[in-house]
Structures are given as C-alpha cells and as structure tokens.
C-alpha cells in the first residue's frame, strides 16, 4: 500500500473513532473535546513557527478576540441560542483575521528574537487591556449565555463543532501547504532575504500565513467559551502563560514544520497533562514544567523531526524550487 493511502486510511480510521468517543467513552468527551483544541492550537501555531520560522508567542491575542466577540454577539444581538452562536463563530472568525491584518505590518516587520518578545508583549497587552474594559466584564470576567439543552447535549455539540474544526483545519493545512504558498513559507523560513531579491512579496506571505492561523483561532475561541462558558481575560482569553505556551511545546514536541508532526505533538501532551492532573494533583504545574524543559532539551527537531523520512511531508517540496 502507498504511503498515501496508508495516511488516508489512518485519518479516515482516527476520524471514524472520534466520532465515536460521545457514545463509547462519554465520561471522558469533555477531555477530548479540549484535545481537539490543543490539535487546533499546535496546528496554528505551525504555520508561523514551523512552516515560516517565525515563532511566535502572541497567536493567543486571536483566540481571546475570537472569544470575547463570540459572547458579545450572543449577549446583545437577541437572536436565540444557535443562531447568536453561529453568527458569533462567523463574526469571531472575521474579527481575529481583520486584527492579524491590522497588526500585522508593523509586528511582522521584525525578525528573530525582536518578533518574539513583540509578539509575547501583544499577548500580555490584550489580556491588560481586557482585564480592565468593563464592557466585557473587565478582571471579572464574562459569562457566555446558557446553553438551552440538557448537559449532555451540550457537552456532545462542542465536541463535535471541535473535532469538525481541528479537522478542517487539518485538511486546509494539507490543501495550503501543496500549493505555492507552502513553497513560499518554507523560502522566508530557509532565507528571507533571499526570498526577498529574487521577487517573493514576503511581506505578503508573512500577513496572510499570520492570517489564516488568526482565521481558526478566532473560531476556537469562540466555541472554547461558549465550552467552558465563562471568559475569564488571564486564564482563558489571553491565557500566555499555559495555551500560548503549550502550542509552541506541542508543536516542537511532535516536529515543527510537518504537517502531522503538531497533531502527535498535542496529543502526546495533552495525555501526559490529563494523567499530570489525575496523579500529581499538587504537583502537577511542576511536572508540567519540567516535562516542557525536557521537550526542548531532548526533543528539538521533534518525534517526526528525528526520522529523516519524515522531515518534510509530501506535497511540502523544496523552497529552492520556487526560488528558481
């Protein structure tokens, strides 16, 4: 059997029994639907980090915007439930890309370690910012209106509204990267400046990759709220700290710059956490901590990165190719 079809038949088995998992293993969906995010997060932060080269800490911002605007359309538009959810996933998705298109001249305008810490300060900023605008509840934060089923069925709509959007997510991802625009990623990555002298509109590139990862976030914040169903600015908006982080780890862990390496990379960590969380309760921040520092000691290129058969995925090409 071709590579291909294999990966074909492993997505399509993996994508059958997730579908499952509400009516098999219902005590654990709420854990998987947030599995779901941390594949969505890992994937996201790929583009940037793994595809293009520039890491980026500050993807959170498009998240936290895509939550806060989802639950202020569903608190002041008096449309009912779904269609005030729907148009607030729409709209989330929309304001996350016009704000990447905003910021992003002036913070992709920077390189190396100044994009970092620049991109860092706009995840702090946003999380101030919110913590003290009344509007949205300001260091209170913000209660999502109520879900009008049972909790069950609650429970297996945003499970299921996730693994839908992770798996688009994959899928745009694979379609993108087998396109010249993978090829131009991979070119500002392998050399910008080079990039840049033989005609590639890098600026371009740069805000539109920033742009599409902008596009996914700002639809998972929407639904990670209405999921949780309270917005607190620090611990889930803008949460630098803990999602800002773990999407740069789960990317690394699984081998940046792959497509299927964030996936195996988010859903190592998050088992590990779950089983942090279940076990070391008191400890597990720490062993959470410690298991980041031994990512990045021991595991920089990653699992997929360290298999020479899998540093690049099909479809990637070489950068040199649309360079020429």
């Known amino acids: ?75 002041d538009t008096g449309l009912t439930y779904f269609p005030a959810l729907a148009a607030g996933v729409a709209l989330a998705a929309l304001a996350a890309v016009a704000l990447a298109l905003v910021l992003g001249p002036a913070i992709l305008a920077l390189r190396g370690h100044y994009f970092a810490i620049g991109t860092l300060g706009l995840g702090i900023a946003f999380a101030d910012g919110a913590a003290g605008w009344s509007f949205i509840g300001a260091g209170s934060g913000m209660v999502v209106p109520v879900f009008p089923g049972s ?46 002298a033989l005609g590639l509109r890098t600026t371009r590139y740069k805000i539109l990759a920033w742009c599409v990862s902008a596009f996914f976030l700002g639809m998972a914040g929407a639904l990670a709220g209405n999921l949780v169903g309270f917005i607190d600015p620090r611990e889930l908006a803008f949460a630098s700290s803990t999602f800002g982080v773990w999407m740069v780890v789960m990317a690394i862990l699984g081998g940046r710059g792959t497509l299927y390496g964030p996936v195996i990379g ?59």
């Open 1 to 75: 059997m071709k590579s291909g079809t294999l990966r074909f038949a492993l997505i399509a088995a993996v994508a059958v029994g997730a579908l499952q998992v509400p009516w098999l293993v219902p005590a654990i969906t709420a854990q998987v639907t947030f599995l779901w995010l941390m594949v969505l997060f890992a994937l996201s932060w790929d583009i940037m980090g793994g595809q293009m080269g520039y890491n980026s800490f500050g993807n959170i911002v498009f998240f936290g915007v895509g939550a806060y605007v989802c639950a202020v359309i569903q608190r």
């Open 151 to 196: 909790p069950g069925t609650r429970q297996m709509v945003f499970y299921y509204a996730m693994l839908a959007l992770a798996l688009a997510t994959l899928l745009l991802l694979r379609w993108l990267y087998a396109r010249p625009f993978g090829l131009a990623l991979n070119a500002i990555r392998d050399d910008e400046d080079k990039a840049e």
């Open 266 to 324: 988010a859903v190592l960590f998050h088992v590990t956490q779950e089983l942090f969380w279940t076990y070391l309760l008191g400890w597990q921040r720490v062993a959470l901590g410690m298991l980041i520092v031994l990512i990045v000691v021991f595991f920089p290129d990653g699992i997929l990165g360290a298999l020479p058969a899998h540093r690049r995925e099909p479809g990637h090409g070489d950068a040199g190719s649309l360079l020429s």
